[in-house]
């Protein structure tokens, strides 16, 4: 089955800097590859997600880049501010096949300001 | 007002005694699903479901069981309970398996 791998496990970075997280997946199967922002304390919610048919997809300071061939996919924070201090998770699934969806461990990123 | 909504939000009970979990949403989604959440380890899919009376094993199934009997109702059981499945639980929906729209938990305590 699907295996997502999520590095780091931790990620702190300074007010004004750029954050990336990466991910990889084993399944070649998986053709959609969301990115989710737990802040303390709450549930999580989707902050931006990409198909395997895009290779890069931004929305305002967050971007996702996927490389299919290496099988793994990116989210890059820029201008980081204090509020985007959370747990972020990467997670992939086959949408069509087994419809499963597995997650990363999750980041946690801490914004110094 | 779109809502996922889940019950209890915590619980602590004993080992053995049969609690079920209540996960509701009025979005008209096909897919609902659980996962456990525990520290380091992320997000872990339990069960799935495609649609009434449509199930499937996630990662971890052991010790739960599911049932889908109406669309918008997708309710946990843990029919003999181990301190081992004290957890932070959550309900979502989605369309297919894509946007998941979480409730808030349940924190599950099993003494």
């Known amino acids: 089955g699907e295996n997502v791998e999520q590095h780091p496990s931790t990620l702190s970075v300074q007010e004004g800097d750029s954050a990336v997280i990466k991910c990889t997946y084993s399944d070649s199967a998986s053709n959609y590859f969301p990115w989710y922002k737990q802040e303390l304390g709450k549930r999580p919610q989707l902050i931006i997600d990409i198909r395997s048919n895009v290779g890069e997809k931004k929305d305002q300071r967050i971007a996702v880049t996927l490389n299919k061939t290496a099988k793994h996919f990116s989210l890059h924070i820029t201008e980081t501010q204090p509020e985007d201090s959370a747990v972020y998770f990467c997670a992939a699934s086959n949408q069509g096949g087994s419809e499963k969806l597995v997650f990363g461990k999750g980041t946690k990123l801490t914004v110094n300001p | 007002e779109a809502q996922v909504t889940q019950n209890p939000r915590y619980l602590i009970t004993v080992t053995g005694k049969k609690l079920t979990v209540t996960c509701s949403q009025n979005?008209?989604?096909?897919?609902m699903s659980w996962y456990r959440q525990d520290p380091g380890l992320g997000l872990r899919q339990i069960y799935y479901s495609m649609n009434v009376e449509v199930t499937d094993k996630g990662d971890v199934p052991e010790g739960y069981k599911v049932s889908r009997k109406e669309k918008r109702n997708f309710p946990l059981i843990l029919e003999s309970p181990s301190p081992n499945q004290t957890s932070l639980y959550f309900c979502?929906?989605?369309?297919?398996?894509?946007?998941?729209?979480f409730g808030p938990g349940t924190r599950l305590t099993v003494l």
């Open positions: 979502a929906s989605s369309l297919r398996a894509d946007t998941q729209y």
């Open positions: 979005m008209n989604h096909e897919y």
